[in-house]
């Protein structure tokens, strides 16, 4: 691994950081009722780049009033499917126009690789909000043939309705701030929802000016309200509202379960996508090559601060130390440094919380007995940097074996067969992702029915499509988002029988 210096602001998001900050509601920016600001910092440097609004439960009450009015009476709901799909259609456009500054916002405010976040983030979230506009027109109920046995000689005809389900709550993390925005509001938006969506106290750069764009598309006052604040405050006050009929949640599993407590009040419907600790498998019949870069890409995108990276690397015995040196190597030679900088291929974690976090697990992985062929450390040196990291003899009882990390380390283990692997890999609370490496595509197919996980990928790994759904088994959560899998999350299905 070596480091590269750390560079300053763009001077083209100067205006953008320095311009007063506020909250989205009702069509308006307007500062928290409490007046507060809190800051924003830069995680390759540990300073302070720029400030958000303090939103609380006082602004959730307006953009929950506003998101009502909205949808009950406002222009929302008696606009057609078509004109909906062309202003989400807009959305998309105007990412895709805005392209270089949104990704900057991303990097300076999550730290990660400017390329990547052009790449990646901004790119698949114009393409989400594209791929939901397409959806607006094509939500249909069905006809149904009933046959009634009580009602002899009886004559009906039934049918279905497909009904938004009303004001959602969408509470975000920080890990892609702009593309989570996109998954939680292209489905919304796309079936007819009105929204009061928080972003992660950590990021709320991309998600602010998301907003001023969602503005120029010509969205409706009210339809998208956007709260930059703290989860305990404004995540707790959007969780527990009465006027809210469905909240969707990304983040930790713990906190998804307060959600689920707090959803309990009025019953709201909830959609949870939390933590995982997805297992990567590589046989002894994979294209090594392949396989071990595959491998560190799975853990080290994003600074591993993603909830389907391939956390447990599960190895044959045969080529285990072939493949635990392979990608320690890669781990070795990564450029770490600030995104801005060009050869950086990994950033610095999200915040100090989040390395704190990650360095805790080091020590309590070195102190059980693992060993780190490649990292074990953070840097020393300002800003949120820790050194990819693979450790070997690593055991089921670990910490590191069993809880989410989410940071760049990957903890690695041999197995000795399929039935050993499979009991092994889902061993797990989680079921969000695997990965699977083998050229004998039989056992691929059998490994992918018999792993317990939301998506499982073949000779590849973290690969997303708005197309293609996305969510979890056991607790890495409730539902699925992308594809038209999302769109149920937000619909209501009403039947309708009419005797003839
Ligand atoms: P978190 O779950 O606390 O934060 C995620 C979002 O939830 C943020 O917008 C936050 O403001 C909000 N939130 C926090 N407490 C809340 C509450 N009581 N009510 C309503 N909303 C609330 O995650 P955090 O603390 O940033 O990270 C902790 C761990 O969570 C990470 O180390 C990682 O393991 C996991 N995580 C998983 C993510 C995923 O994509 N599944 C994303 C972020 C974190
Ligand atoms: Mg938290």
């Not at 750390?6 to 205006?15: A, K």
């Not at 050194?387 to 003899?393: F, G, I, R, S």
């Not at 067969?417 to 609370?429: F, G, H, I, K, T």
């Amino acid at each position: 691994m070596s480091t590269i210096t750390t560079s300053s602001v763009p001077e083209s998001l100067q205006s953008f950081l320095s311009s007063p900050k506020k909250l989205f509601i009702d069509g308006d920016w307007v500062a928290a009722r409490s007046g507060k600001c809190f800051d924003v910092f830069d995680p390759s440097t540990d300073q302070v780049i720029g400030q958000a609004a303090e939103g609380d439960a006082a602004d959730v009450e307006l953009a929950v009033a506003a998101a009502r009015k909205a949808f009950d009476s406002g222009p929302w709901s008696s606009m057609t499917a078509s004109q909906r799909s062309r202003l989400i259609w807009k959305v998309g456009d105007l990412i895709e126009q805005n392209a270089d500054e949104l990704a900057q916002l991303e990097t300076l405010d999550n730290g990660k690789p400017l390329a990547v976040a052009k790449a990646a983030d901004v790119a698949l979230a114009a393409d989400m909000f594209r791929y939901m506009a397409g959806w607006a027109t094509k939500i249909e109920g069905s006809t149904i043939p009933v046959n009634v046995p009580y009602v002899p000689g009886g004559e009906f005809h039934a049918f279905t309705l497909k009904e938004p389900v009303g004001v959602v709550g969408q509470i975000i993390p920080w890990n892609f701030p702009l593309l989570m925005a996109a998954w939680k509001l292209g489905p919304a938006l796309a079936t007819g929802c009105t929204i009061v969506l928080k972003p992660a106290e950590q990021t709320p750069l991309s998600a602010v000016r998301l907003g001023e764009l969602i503005q120029e598309a010509g969205v409706p006052d009210g339809v998208v309200n956007i709260i930059t604040g703290f989860g305990e405050t404004a995540g707790a006050a959007i969780a527990a509202h009465d006027q809210i009929d469905k909240v969707a949640f990304t983040g930790s599993t713990e906190v998804g379960k307060l959600i689920v407590k707090a959803a309990a009040g009025n019953l709201k419907k909830v959609t949870l996508e939390l933590g995982g600790k997805s297992p990567n498998v590589v046989y002894d019949d994979a294209d090594l090559d392949t396989a071990i870069a595959g491998a560190a890409d799975a853990i080290f995108f994003n600074q591993g601060q993603v909830c389907s990276a391939g956390s447990r690397l599960f190895v044959q015995q045969g080529i285990y130390d072939e493949v635990v040196a392979g990608v320690s190597e890669i781990a070795n030679n990564l450029k770490v440094g600030s995104g801005f900088d060009s050869e950086t291929q990994m950033g610095p974690l999200v915040s100090r919380e989040q390395l704190e976090r990650v360095r805790g697990y080091l020590k309590a992985g070195l102190a059980d007995g693992a060993e780190a062929t490649a990292g074990g450390a953070a840097l020393d040196q300002p800003g949120y940097f820790v050194q990819p990291t693979v450790l070997k003899n690593a055991s089921k009882s670990m910490s590191i074996v069993r809880e989410e990390i989410f940071g760049p380390v990957v903890a690695a283990m041999p197995f000795a067969n399929d039935a050993e692997l499979v009991s092994q890999a889902n061993d797990s609370s989680y079921g969000l992702a695997a990965g699977i490496w083998t050229r004998d595509i039989s056992k691929a197919h059998r490994l992918a029915k018999s792993v317990k996980a939301g998506t499982v990928w073949i000779n590849c790994y973290s690969i997303f499509d708005a197309a293609l759904p996305f969510g979890g088994y056991k607790q890495s959560g409730w539902g699925r988002e992308m594809g038209h899998a999302a769109l149920e999350n937000y619909l209501q299905t009403k039947s309708v029988c009419i005797s003839l």
